[in-house]
């Protein structure tokens, strides 16, 4: 063989190894696991609420203590929330809507009164859960939560 065709052969054996070790490499790879929908992030974890905001930002969460507390939304849709001091608010069922931008909730509260509620979700990942809600007075806050 010729100087030439041996660099030739040489060079087509190279790709050839390179092209098995990047296949070899692939099928190493364990498969991502799909996407998590809105439902199974938001019954992930518990919730802890932080702060609630009015429109422009402030701070308004101590006008608004009803808002806060722990809440866990469990996989098979009931819900329980709870003050910080661990005593239980209210509880029942919830869902989200298929695109994660509406949270429902039908529940009683601890005094046995009923009510449901349907909020806007304006976050809702791994780390925040934030919705928005009209309160008593009318006013529209945000609602900030992170994993407890």
């Not at 040489?10 to 790709?15: A, G, I, R, S, T």
């Not at 099928?27 to 992030?41: L, V």
């Not at 928005?132 to 407890?148: L, S």
Request: hydrophobic content about 40%; charged content about 20%.
């Amino acid at each position: 063989m010729n100087l030439m065709m041996k660099k030739s052969v040489l060079m087509v054996c190279c790709m050839l190894l390179l092209g098995i070790t990047s296949c070899k490499k692939d099928e190493d790879k364990t498969p991502e696991q799909p996407a998590a929908s809105p439902s199974e992030i938001l019954a992930s974890v518990t919730w802890k609420s932080t702060t609630v905001k009015d429109q422009t930002g402030k701070d308004v969460t101590a006008a608004n203590g009803g808002y806060v507390g722990i809440a866990k939304y469990n996989v098979n849709g009931d819900f329980e929330i709870k003050g910080f001091d661990g005593v239980l608010r209210s509880s029942g069922q919830w869902a989200l809507t298929a695109d994660g931008k509406k949270r429902m909730l039908i529940g009683t509260t601890a005094a046995g009164a009923s009510f449901s509620r349907v909020v806007d979700v304006l976050v809702l990942n791994k780390s925040i859960f934030t919705y928005r809600i009209t309160n008593p007075q009318g006013e529209v806050v945000d609602v900030e939560h992170v994993p407890n």
